[in-house]
């Protein structure tokens, strides 16, 4: 008896031991402490008090949709369909790296960070009533790494197994204690009913509404013109602090537009409410009008802190004339950003040169500290540059005399064993220097074609072709480009996103976001060690070290970047006075009746001057 007491102590003492192997929350942080409690009512930069009711429409610049599940390589997906469905956890927009519960009500993370439980909520349901479990998200989960997009395979990588625990908890057990934002990453996962998925084939397109479980269900669908998306009443979540103020429209409409061009005409007719606009030359004249003299369309700059990333003319280095980095770093002369920007943007950007701009990322100066002490490490199977030279793009003085540029241009093509004849730039077997700009908007070409003229004083045929966006979404799944416009944005807190944008196990892999086709084991180790950052100074530091070997490749030629968001919509619409960090909130917003009277009435007026 005396020995059976005495193993009971010991497994009660033992108890609050096990207990606190791990840590429970209602929210998930990266670095730091989370701004809101768990009692906290709502976000700071929302109206609790917003009224609910009426419409907003928006522009898409598309030629067709054919699916509602974005999760899947085949098909052009409605404009905000991902929406249709809720995730485990949902950010908040004034709060660096940080997310908080919406299905799951807390998060249990182990402290060595060997696994991470999200426990469910039991109210929470799909449209149809029927609760949302642990066998939604484990089927959820694993269908996505087995037929979602190639990047789903990137983010989950590092999952060993998941698993239902309890009653209604879900655990995901990891491969590797480091992958700090890996729980981050599983909680961002919409999760989606299984009993009505496995009746339908998940990688195919369809336009039949899904069940979804979010704030807004299909209303109606016209195809490849409209989608109406109605807010759901009795929305399971619509009391949750994460919630509270958001969702206030009851329809939201997006119209499918051909281009730019036709869209912003629409708008300024009154045929959709909000826009954001990334033309330079449309926000400095072309919303003059008499309904912007009148104040019934408003235009703001809204101050963005996100990270800008890189956007360049990319380089397809599966192709052989562009994989001699030579030749990458020499046609890099022939893009003059300083006359483009002063004849053509009406100076509104800054030249981009960092694939992490605007953020503490951005490899400046030369290495020095710990970045240093890692790329000393590849000494030898990177440039040398990247220990004696700061990276810059080619920059010039604005007047369009580039000729010392294409002269350091044509030393570089002679080196990699081009040569100009008859006015052409041909190499040793006489094949001559031509490639093609895909592009999926008419609005690029005229920003295209004086780079084009340039390449076209080095001896360089570069023909411009703009395709529909269908059409140029399926060229660059395929890798079927010479040189395109690429965008690779960034997050507060690079990690698992960069194997799909850098590693070599997705260059040849359909769809995913290796555009450029890198290939090199100093990037892969790189990106390894970014993703295994025990804290965020030294992911600072590997951060650095990648970007500044990105640079040196000479992968793409950089383009141009702002630090604010251009937004123009019709005076009927309230926001709170409170602007999130690191977003619009354009679900925080809310329709005024008395003042929506009062430009429908002025619009008829005003648009007939």
């Not at 807390?106 to 029927?130: N, P």
């Not at 890189?310 to 052989?320: A, L």
């Not at 003059?336 to 100066?365: Q, V």
Request: charged content about 30%; glycine content about 6%; aromatic content about 12%.
């Amino acid at each position: 008896m005396r020995r059976l007491v005495a193993f009971i102590v010991a497994v009660l003492i033992a108890l609050p031991a096990v207990a606190q192997e791990s840590v429970s929350s209602h929210g998930l942080s990266i670095c730091g402490d989370l701004k809101y409690p768990p009692d906290f009512q709502h976000f700071d930069y929302v109206n609790p008090a917003a009224p609910k009711g009426g419409t907003m429409r928006l522009g898409v610049v598309g030629t067709t949709f054919d699916s509602f599940n974005p999760f899947i390589v085949r098909g052009t997906p409605a404009a905000n369909s991902a929406a249709l469905w809720d995730s485990l956890m949902t950010p908040a927009l004034d709060e660096a790296n940080t997310e908080y519960g919406l299905i799951a009500e807390r998060v249990e993370i182990a402290k060595d960070r060997s696994w991470v439980t999200y426990h469910l909520r039991k109210e929470a349901r799909f449209h149809d009533g029927s609760p949302i479990t642990p066998d939604d998200v484990i089927w959820t989960f694993e269908t996505l790494r087995q037929k979602g997009q190639p990047f789903y395979r990137a983010y989950y990588a590092d999952v060993k197994s998941v698993e239902k625990v309890g009653e209604n908890g879900v655990k995901f057990t990891l491969a590797s204690t480091d992958n700090r934002e890996l729980p981050q990453i599983i909680g961002q996962m919409r999760i989606l009913p299984k009993a009505w998925w496995e009746k339908r084939e998940f990688d195919k397109t369809s336009l039949e509404p899904p069940l979804g479980s979010g704030p807004y269900k299909v209303e109606s669908v016209d195809p490849g013109r409209s989608v109406t998306y109605r807010r759901v009443d009795d929305y399971w979540g619509k009391d949750l602090p994460v919630n509270r103020g958001r969702h206030n429209m009851d329809l939201l409409v997006y119209d499918y537009y051909r281009d730019q061009t036709v869209a912003l005409e629409a708008f300024k007719a009154g045929r959709y409410d909000f826009r954001v606009e990334s033309s330079s030359k449309d926000w400095a004249t072309g919303y003059d009008g008499p309904a912007l003299r009148e104040k019934l369309i408003v235009k703001e700059e809204i101050p963005d802190e996100n990270p800008d990333g890189m956007q360049g003319f990319g380089y397809n280095t599966r192709k052989p004339i562009f994989q001699d980095p030579r030749v990458r770093k020499a046609l890099a002369y022939a893009f003059d950003f300083e006359w483009s920007n002063e004849h053509l943007f009406y100076g509104a950007y800054s030249r981009t040169r960092s694939y992490f701009e605007n953020s503490p990322f951005a490899a400046t100066g030369l290495p020095k500290g710990e970045e240093l002490e890692i790329l000393e490490k590849f000494r030898g199977k990177i440039p040398d540059e990247v220990f004696t030279t700061e990276y810059n793009p080619p920059k010039y003085d604005g007047s369009g005399n580039i000729r010392a540029g294409l002269r350091e241009a044509l030393k570089l093509l002679r080196e990699a064993g081009w040569e100009i004849k008859n006015q052409r730039l041909v190499n040793a077997s006489g094949q001559p220097f031509e490639f093609e700009i895909l592009l999926s908007s008419a609005q690029f070409e005229r920003i295209v074609l004086p780079f084009v003229e340039n390449l076209k004083r080095l001896g360089i045929t570069a023909r411009v072709r703009t395709v529909d966006t269908a059409q140029y979404q399926r060229r660059m799944d395929s890798f079927d480009f010479d040189m395109t416009v690429v965008l690779f944005p960034q997050s507060l807190h690079p990690g698992n996103e960069q194997r799909e944008f850098w590693s070599s196990a997705k260059a040849d892999e359909e769809g995913s976001r290796n555009l450029i086709g890198i290939r090199d084991p100093v990037v892969d180790e790189l990106v390894e060690m970014i993703i295994a950052s025990p804290d965020c100074d030294r992911l600072v530091a590997r951060v650095r070290a990648l970007d500044r070997v990105l640079q040196f490749g000479y992968y793409v030629i950089p383009n141009w970047h702002t630090r604010v968001t251009r937004i123009a919509y019709w005076s009927k619409f309230r926001r709170p006075e409170t602007n999130p960090k690191y977003g619009i909130a354009l679900d925080a917003w809310w329709l005024d009746p008395k003042k929506e009277q009062v430009v429908e009435q002025r619009k008829g007026e005003v648009l007939k001057q």
